[in-house]
């Protein structure tokens, strides 16, 4: 297993990279006994839930509808009305199992349930694995634009299964394979050089062309998070191609 360490003003987690670590304990000894929810959605679920089911026997389920359009305060709504029909307290951890817009959710849920919970990126797209799952940017769009309400709130770990890659659309794999080229030219031309020698590789989805792609950049984005948590200077250079792709998501009502 590969891992790559963000330490945070709050703390410090562990992003765990590679094949097969879903089916390894790290689940079940971050959360034990504690009161735990998997929030995944109607894409993600058939694949993967009944692994971390099976990890987490006692932990809740709720399986949201799928895609950026469902980005919205309404649906974070329903994971805190879940958290509350359960009683759930402040020893609750959410666990978010599917890609981008599910972890943005989550982590917003958790940054606001009783203040501040943990929770635990399962990131299952090669972009969430490259980009969301490190950094703590969580929230919901508006009608009026993308992201606009948030939190910064750092999750407790992230654990990046390369086996749920094997079965990503092609267009989502490229999508991942695109923010990987984004992190090399904006930080490190021998990653760059690296990307070039290794294309076809990486667009077979080689197993280990992939495993070292993920966490040379997820090496570079916390060493920029690290440096720049608020995104005061030097974090929006991560921002490169997404600022302008957001407004077209925006201008587009988050269907394309
Ligand atoms: N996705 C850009 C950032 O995390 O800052």
């Not at 765990?16 to 894409?43: E, K």
């Not at 309400?149 to 989502?172: K, N």
Request: proline share 4%.
């Amino acid at each position: 297993m590969n891992r790559v360490n963000v330490r945070h003003r709050n703390g410090e987690y562990d992003v765990v990279i590679g094949a097969g670590v879903l089916a390894g304990d790290h689940l079940r000894n971050a959360i034990g006994t504690r009161p735990a929810v998997i929030v995944t959605d109607v894409n993600v679920a058939p694949a993967w839930l009944g692994q971390l089911h099976a990890a987490l026997p006692h932990a809740e389920t709720l399986i949201l509808p799928a895609g950026e359009a469902a980005k919205t305060l309404e649906t974070v709504e329903s994971i805190w009305s879940l958290l509350a029909d359960r009683n759930f307290g402040r020893d609750a951890v959410l666990i978010a199992l599917g890609g981008g817009v599910i972890g943005d959710m989550t982590g917003f849920a958790a940054a606001c349930w009783m203040r501040g919970i943990d929770f635990i990126q399962v990131p299952t797209t090669l972009l969430a694995q490259v980009d969301a799952s490190v950094g703590g940017k969580t929230g919901v769009d508006l009608p009026a634009g993308k992201n606009l309400v948030g939190a910064f709130h750092q999750p407790v770990a992230v654990l990046a299964d390369t086996d749920t890659l094997q079965t990503l659309p092609e267009r989502e794999y490229l999508a991942g394979i695109a923010e990987i080229v984004k992190v090399a030219l904006i930080a490190d031309e021998e990653f760059l050089a690296w990307l070039e020698t290794n294309a076809v590789r990486l667009r077979e989805r080689a197993p280990d062309a992939v495993v070292h792609a993920i966490h040379r950049s997820c090496e570079i984005k916390a060493a920029i998070v690290m440096a720049d948590e608020r995104e005061r200077g030097q974090r929006a250079l991560l921002n490169l191609g997404h600022t302008f792709a957001h407004a077209l998501e925006s201008i587009t009502g988050y269907e394309r």
